[in-house]
């Protein structure tokens, strides 16, 4: 390639207006909008339709087994559930193989059949909930508007942010 045009590609994005706009973050939250339809299947095979939870704060705490920080929420997560009946906890995996998610949970000391693990293998609900990294939490309460939106996990903090919101919503 010409040197000249070379230079000439490289010091165009830096003349006035050549930037796109961005988009503003506010406008792509989801916090205080209806919150996306989930339509999964569980891992036993039962349906899971967001919808359907109506009248019920609920958690979807998306993860996959590559993911290091949700070796530790997965188990916060379950406790919480233990604690707490006036929530429900389902755990979305967005492995294309459930048999990785099967094996991630087996290492992690989870039963299918303790918890509520959804399977979004063809990243539906991941991409209409904007899940851009592991694990990213959201928290939709009873009349299905999206209250928290929580992205990672830190052991220091655990789920305080999480237990916040949820003393808060009905």
């Known amino acids: 390639m010409n040197r000249a045009l070379l230079m000439l590609m490289m010091a165009a994005p830096l003349s006035a207006g050549a930037y796109p706009e961005m988009i503003p973050l506010e406008e792509t ?3 205080g909008r209806a919150a996306p339809e989930v339509d999964l299947k569980t891992l ?9 939870a109506k009248g019920e704060p609920v958690v979807l705490a998306f993860w996959a087994s590559w993911c290091g920080p949700c070796r530790k929420e997965m188990p916060a997560l379950m406790e919480l559930q233990a604690a707490r009946d006036d929530v429900r906890i389902v755990m979305v995996n967005v492995d294309r193989d459930r048999r990785d998610a099967q094996r991630f949970l087996s290492q992690v000391g989870i039963s299918p059949e303790d918890a509520e693990i959804a399977l979004d293998s ?3 609900a991941l991409g209409e909930y904007g899940v851009m990294s592991m694990p990213t939490t959201f928290l939709v309460d009873g009349s299905g508007v999206v209250k928290l939106h929580k992205v990672g996990y830190s052991t220091e903090k655990g789920l305080v942010e999480l237990i916040a919101a949820l003393d808060g919503v009905k």
């Not at 036993?44 to 359907?52: H, R, T």
């Open 44 to 52: 036993g095979g039962e349906a899971f339709v967001l919808s359907e």
């Open 29 to 31: 939250s989801l916090i």
């Open 122 to 124: 063809e990243a539906v």
